[in-house]
């Protein structure tokens, strides 16, 4: 079973536009971490935010916000004001902390492009 | 923060040659580092755990004979694509894990990633 489901494959907006892209999880730990990426054209993975299973806290920085929801086991990212640079590909990761190794489960990504 | 370098960065080899990727934790050390495979436009899928000091633990389906993992240290993890073919290129990251202050749990550290083009 899929541990980290992105279901928007690709979203366009227009710049200025506000986009919230999904993430549902499951897991069967108590202790886990949910994580978002971005995966500029570069390839390189630009970590956005790391967020553990006790803080269910809305996350504000700057034009990005999360949204954890433990009761519907989504960890949503929102860009405000989106803008041109925003377009790349965003992953949305689980870590269960007392897997060993602490292997990532990555979702499928969502394709975000923003159109000037 | 902690940084994860790969080299190469790109490679361009033939069909039939090696190609070794390595994957270095350049401020702390990893005892867990962690290789990914990543086609066009797909997510990252996990190929191997590798722990230093033992064996990789490969994930179903890939070949630990064509992929060959060796952890020597705690700074350096290397792959080695055996016998490359076309469709063995891809992007391939590594990374690095590293036990969060407090204890409970675990960072992971993403390299910059490899392009592997096999003609």
């Known amino acids: 079973a899929q541990k980290v489901t992105q279901a928007q494959t690709e979203i366009s907006v227009v710049e200025k536009e506000d986009v919230t892209l999904d993430c549902v999880y499951e897991t069967r730990d108590t202790t886990y971490y949910l994580f978002w990426y971005k995966q500029p054209p570069s390839g390189e993975l630009v970590f956005l935010i790391r967020r553990n299973s006790f803080d269910e806290q809305n996350e504000i920085s700057g034009r990005y916000s999360w949204n954890f929801q433990k009761s519907t086991s989504s960890f949503n990212f929102t860009i405000t004001a989106s803008q041109v640079v925003d377009s790349a590909v965003y992953f949305c990761?689980?870590?269960?902390?007392?897997?060993?190794?602490?292997?990532?489960?990555f979702g499928t990504g969502t394709s975000l492009t923003v159109i000037p | 923060g902690a940084v994860v370098s790969q080299h190469p960065s790109r490679v361009i080899c033939k069909s039939g040659t090696s190609v070794k990727i390595e994957c270095r934790s350049l401020d702390f050390q990893a005892t867990t580092m962690f290789w990914y495979r990543q086609f066009p436009k797909k997510s990252l899928m996990l190929m191997a755990t590798s722990n230093e000091g033992s064996k990789a633990t490969y994930e179903q389906g890939v070949e630990k004979d064509k992929f060959l993992i060796n952890h020597a240290s705690l700074t350096l993890s290397t792959l080695t694509v055996t016998s490359a073919h076309p469709e063995d290129s891809s992007f391939y990251i590594c990374?690095?894990?590293?036990?969060?202050?407090?204890?409970?749990?675990?960072?992971?550290?993403f390299g910059p990633g490899t392009r592997l083009t096999v003609t």
């Open positions: 990761a689980l870590s269960e902390a007392w897997n060993t190794g602490n292997q990532f489960y």
């Open positions: 990374s690095a894990s590293s036990r969060l202050r407090g204890g409970v749990g675990y960072e992971q550290y």
